[in-house]
């Protein structure tokens, strides 16, 4: 259900922008791109799967569907799990509450903004590196468009939403954790989930500065580079656990 109600809400957003365009075809002004980060938070797996499908559904509706929309799925699945994956776990960055925004807001706040910078730059590079594998654009010109666009939207407007949505969320019992079975939701140790967290960050932002102004656009150094990238990121994905479900009470 919540899979499909992501899916609904990113695609019904998406569409009616995707005439305003930053690049014709591959990138439009995005006001949608809030949703993935705080429903990622909110909950967990389902808007990860439910934010892949709501931009392949936004790519379908809006005219936009090409090859490049694989990596579309991969990108904005990603940019939905970095919330709850990176979330509690990123040590002295990680405020120790949950993200209402209703406590400690200046640390809640720090710790949104890296989570939404980590989330905007592992999604722009997994479609930049796309688009430039497959020769339809250059990774700067594409990773730099989605990154800021995707960074702006979600810093600005994400920790709004979560002040006015996070307690009804909760009180209705959504949050992931509550809908979710206890054997789903790994066990992991906090030095495991932190290893994680700072993977991810490392990998998110090494892979688009690299990417963006070192690696030459449609070069074997770019493939390899996002090859690496790209399996660093499943992988961080596979071993690291959701530390928010210790973080609600």
Do not use: C, H
Not at 109 to 123: F, K
Not at 153 to 176: E, H, Q
């Amino acid at each position: 259900m919540l899979v499909a109600v992501v899916a609904a809400v990113y695609a019904a957003i998406l569409v009616p922008f995707k005439a305003f365009q930053i690049i014709p075809g591959f990138v439009s002004v995005r006001p949608a791109n809030v949703f993935p980060v705080i429903f990622g938070l909110m909950f967990g797996p389902a808007a990860a799967w439910g934010s892949a499908i709501g931009n392949l559904i936004g790519d379908i509706f809006g005219g936009t569907l090409s090859p490049g929309s694989i990596f579309g799925f991969v990108g904005n699945f990603f940019y939905a799990m970095v919330g709850y994956k990176l979330w509690g776990s990123l040590g002295p960055l990680s405020s120790g509450n949950e993200p209402d925004f209703r406590s400690n807001t200046g640390t809640q706040l720090a710790e949104y903004v890296v989570i939404a910078a980590v989330a905007s730059a592992l999604t722009a590079s997994t479609i930049a590196w796309g688009l430039d594998t497959l020769g339809l654009a250059p990774f700067p010109a594409i990773s730099i468009s989605i990154g800021v666009n995707n960074f702006l939207t979600s810093a600005i407007l994400g920790p709004i939403l979560l002040f006015l949505l996070w307690g009804r969320v909760k009180d209705l019992g959504l949050l992931y954790p509550d809908v979710m079975r206890s054997e789903d939701l790994p066990d992991v140790g906090t030095s495991r989930t932190q290893l994680a967290a700072y993977g991810f960050l490392v990998v998110a932002f090494v892979w688009i500065a690299v990417g963006t102004f070192v690696a030459p656009p449609g070069s074997t150094f770019q493939l390899v580079l996002g090859a690496v990238g790209l399996v660093l990121a499943f992988a961080l994905a596979a071993v690291s656990g959701e530390r928010l479900s210790s973080i609600v009470s």
